[in-house]
């Protein structure tokens, strides 16, 4: 009796076993699955038209902060190219001398960026505002596009197509190319103050309120850099703008 009871545990052991075994084998594949699919949030944008600024404080953004996740991201299933650790530190070594406006210093580490990684498309994009800054317009909307055609979704990418067509003084180009990067991330401060701006030069009040109240509720600084930018000067006195900007 001892020895059949024995064998009998055993048998309920090997059995527990196998089931165990199979239902592995069947979750396994999956769960790495579903660690292959999971993609990070782009990165958003940030900076005003007269002033190159982080593009962590879109809201405060896509782009962002500058540092880079290097989880594998996708765009329609397909991965998109994240650059190594090496070139996205020239990156973002470049992207601060770019807000401080040491433009040939910040271009020189973008195009190190690239030399090594031509597919880095945060460098592209920055070397285009950078020579859009410098009144190479041409060229850097260029650069700028191709960015977006190797990340369709990058908000600041889409930030910096609006900001080098203000620069070249093509305004529907810019509002359009603002309006997307505020589709992308309805947050985006600066994309609704690349507007507003445009719409001060061309002294349209009602959308320059439009498009400025937004931007000061996501960040009341907005206000200061407002009072100071010289392409509200058409709208400056009005009474409204007034009241909107003061403190």
């Known amino acids: 009796m001892f020895k059949r009871s ?9 059995l527990a076993l196998t089931f165990a075994s199979f239902a592995l084998i069947y979750a396994l594949p999956r769960y790495m699955s579903i660690q292959t699919n999971t993609t990070t949030s782009l990165p958003s944008s940030s900076p005003p038209s007269s002033l190159p ?7 405060s953004s896509g ?7 290097h989880s594998v ?6 991965p998109l190219h ?4 090496q070139v996205l530190t020239l990156y973002e070594q470049g992207l601060k001398l770019y807000y401080q406006r040491q433009f040939p210093e910040a271009l020189a580490l973008f195009n190190q960026a690239l030399a090594i ?11 285009g505002a950078t020579l859009a800054f410098q009144g190479e317009h041409e060229q850097g909307l260029a650069l700028i596009q191709q960015a977006l055609v190797l990340n369709p979704l990058f908000v600041y990418g889409h930030f910096n197509l609006g900001l080098a067509n203000e620069l070249a003084g093509r305004w529907d180009p810019a509002i359009a190319a603002y309006q997307k990067a505020l589709q992308l991330d309805n947050r985006d401060t600066w994309s609704y103050y690349g507007i507003a701006s445009i719409y001060g030069r061309l002294g349209k009040i009602d959308k320059v309120l439009e498009y400025l109240q937004p931007a000061i509720d996501l960040d009341p600084d907005v206000k200061e850099v407002a009072r100071e930018e010289k392409d509200f000067a058409p709208v400056r006195q009005d009474p409204r703008f007034q009241t909107l900007v003061n403190p």
């Open 6 to 14: 024995l064998l009998t545990h055993i048998l309920y052991i090997c």
């Open 53 to 59: 600024a982080s593009p962590s404080s879109s809201s």
């Open 63 to 69: 782009s962002s902060s500058s540092s880079m996740s």
């Open 73 to 78: 991201e996708t765009i329609n299933d397909i």
């Open 82 to 85: 994240v650059s190594d650790s």
């Open 117 to 127: 990684d031509p597919q880095c498309y945060e460098a592209l994009n920055a070397k």
